[in-house]
């Protein structure tokens, strides 16, 4: 027997731990694996691809980024933008298909966020052998508590936050940190709540920029003359909606700007002195924590286990400290979002967390 396995879309910390955890437990069952270079590009003939041995994997486990490379362009994009699913043309699936069949690929992993699953789902639907592995630092994947990458972003705000903080108290400043998070505010929720910050902007909860400012001021004749606030670039400032650095990335407008805004905003508001800071890729970049090192291995061990099982269709998923698996359509046919009324956003508003509504 023989599996594939690629992943797909922007790199995430954990990536390697994955294909450690295939090649690991595919090695257990006497099989090979193949990994295919820059996504589902490496399936276009002639090929880009690696055979993948228990020693090709020694001490990746540790290593940020993806031993494969990835892409979220190329042939295979199946989401153009937010609700607009492009599906892969017959003659680049069927091209692909060339390559699955010389190689002989009984199964095909796909790690990969909303779009490159999508695009799992499809190529199941046409009867590829697909299995799914949930990856992005968003965490906004329905039928899945957590994908691994996002304990690592999360650590990597409240790095920021600690190092805010202390400039930030010494100058009386409003610090503005701006975190990743397309459409969900995950990262903004929980980077925040464990970095201590006072305000958190999120796209689920639309915000009121006076109302900031009022907090704001309020700290201060509370002698609180530094305020940190987290926003995450997917919110919408409340004239102007999304800000963004590039309308035409590809289909998906990139994200970017929106931290900026806050803080100018702020400053006439409150007549304080601001500053904002754009974490961007260092949320993405770098060593996994230990959570998304063990979480990306028992996710490889498992889509193995449904290789072995033949349970194609399925995605990995992790429920109440278990990995287990759910159709990938369970996955990919809505995101998961912060609800504003959930405990976490009750807990985050109990500690006295600014929400900005
Ligand atoms: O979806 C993950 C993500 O990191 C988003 O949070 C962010 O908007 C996007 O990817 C950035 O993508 P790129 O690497 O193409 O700039």
Same mark, same amino acid.
């Given at each position: 027997m023989r599996i594939g396995i690629l992943n797909c879309g922007g790199d995430c910390p954990g990536l390697n731990a994955v294909i450690h955890g295939v090649v690991g437990a595919a090695d257990q069952l006497g099989w090979e694996v193949i990994g295919f270079r820059d996504g589902f590009e +490496?399936?276009?003939?002639p090929g880009d691809f690696t055979m993948l041995r228990p020693q090709d994997t020694i +001490?990746?486990?540790?290593? +940020?980024?993806?031993? $494969?490379g990835t892409t979220?362009?190329?042939?295979?994009?199946?989401?153009? +933008?937010?609700g607009d699913i492009a599906e892969v043309p017959p003659e680049t699936v069927a091209r692909a298909k060339r390559t699955m069949d010389q190689l002989e690929i009984s199964a095909l992993i796909i790690v990969g966020g909303d779009g490159s699953l999508t695009t799992g789902l499809q190529l199941y639907r046409e009867g590829w052998p697909i299995i799914g592995v949930p990856k992005t630092?968003?965490?906004? $994947?329905?039928?899945?508590a957590m994908t691994f990458g996002f304990d690592s972003a999360i650590t990597t705000v409240v790095d920021g936050l600690d190092r805010l903080h202390t400039t930030g108290a010494s100058h009386k400043r409003v610090m503005v940190l701006e975190v990743m998070g397309r459409h969900a505010g995950w990262i903004a929720l929980w980077g925040g709540m464990a970095g201590a910050a006072d305000v958190v902007l999120l796209p689920e909860i639309p915000f009121d920029l006076q109302k900031v400012a009022d907090f704001i001021k309020k700290r201060d004749a509370l002698s609180y003359h530094s305020t940190l606030v987290v926003v995450a670039e997917g919110a919408k400032m409340p004239e102007g909606g999304l800000v963004t650095v590039?309308?035409?990335h590809g289909g998906e407008v990139r994200l970017g700007g929106i931290g900026e805004q806050v803080a100018r905003r702020l400053s006439e508001l409150t007549g304080k002195d601001t500053r904002a800071t754009i974490l961007g890729h260092l949320q993405r970049g770098g060593a996994p924590t230990s959570l998304d090192r063990i979480l990306g291995q028992r996710f490889g061990v498992m889509a193995v286990s449904l290789a072995r099982d033949g349970m194609f269709g399925r995605m990995v998923s992790y429920q109440a400290y278990h990995v287990d698996s759910v159709p990938i359509e369970e996955a990919v046919s809505q995101l998961r979002l912060v609800t504003p009324e959930s405990e976490m956003v009750k807990a985050a508003r109990a500690v006295g967390i600014c929400l900005g509504d």
């Open positions: +490496g399936l276009l003939p +001490g990746i486990v540790k290593q +940020g980024g993806t031993i $494969l979220n362009k190329g042939h295979f994009a199946a989401k153009v +933008g937010e630092i968003d965490n906004d $994947l329905s039928a899945t590039d309308d035409n």
